[in-house]
């Protein structure tokens, strides 16, 4: 069974620019959730899908950030316009039930320059 | 705020040679996980403590659960190279039912043959 995966591995845009982060859960999974990495810091929680619906998006940082998941399967995180300070790791996660465990993709590494 | 503080960050020991990683907070957490995550990949979940003093082995690592359950601990073993990695502790969020997680800072460690 395929795991969690994200495109691009590896992005890096001008700042300005638009960049577009996409996530394909393990089929199935219900939740989906997208967490960031910044040089230096922790992981932290930007928002939780269940299905198409958004639960919480308490940690987005500002309406730069747009996440969607239409029809409940793939999700796509979209930066616009990107600054410097969203260079990081974005790693998105899917679980099949709320409390059960969660897995990671490989992340997408975004340098905005 | 839930935070989670690892000590250490950084690791450099020898092949064979025992450690210990720790985990701490000033927030209780209805259980904490622990994850390895090597360059590239996301965060793969290596254990769930959840009853206060629990202990829980794998091989060579034990992890442990304060009585409290504000702290954990992470043990190896006779450390081998393919042990070399990030260690992250997290627990789930009290705010929301969104089972989000709270990553913990990281020890990052690395074996020598």
């Known amino acids: 069974e395929a795991g969690v995966t994200q495109f691009p591995s590896h992005s890096v845009i001008e700042k300005g620019q638009t960049v577009t982060l996409r996530c394909d859960p393990i089929?199935?999974?219900?939740?989906l959730y997208w967490y960031r990495r910044v040089m230096g810091k922790e992981i932290k929680f930007l928002l939780h899908?269940?299905?198409?619906?958004?639960?919480?998006e308490s940690g987005m940082p500002n309406n730069r950030f747009l996440a969607e998941r239409t029809g409940g399967t793939y999700s796509t995180l979209k930066v616009q316009p990107a600054e410097l300070e969203d260079s990081g790791v974005y790693f998105c996660?899917?679980?099949?039930?709320?409390?059960?465990?969660?897995?990671f993709g490989q992340g997408t590494r975004l340098t905005v320059v | 705020t839930q935070l989670l503080e690892q000590s250490p960050q950084f690791l450099s020991i020898q092949e064979g040679e025992n450690l210990t990683v720790y985990c701490n907070s000033s927030?209780?957490?209805?259980?904490l996980q622990w994850y390895r995550q090597e360059p590239g990949e996301g965060p793969v979940l290596l254990v769930t403590?959840?009853?206060?003093?629990e202990v829980k082995k794998l091989k060579r690592l034990t992890f442990q659960f304060g009585d409290a359950r504000k702290d954990s601990s992470l043990h190896i073993t006779a450390a081998q190279p393919g042990d070399t990695g990030l260690y992250l502790c997290?627990?789930?969020?009290?705010?929301?039912?969104?089972?989000?997680?709270?990553f913990g800072t990281g020890t990052l460690l690395a074996v020598q043959p």
């Open positions: 997290a627990g789930p969020s009290s705010e929301g039912a969104t089972n989000k997680l709270i």
């Open positions: 089929s199935g999974h219900d939740n």
């Open positions: 403590v959840v009853t206060g003093g």
């Open positions: 899908f269940v299905k198409e619906s958004k639960q919480d």
């Open positions: 927030s209780v957490f209805s259980s």
């Open positions: 996660a899917s679980s099949l039930q709320l409390l059960t465990e969660a897995f």
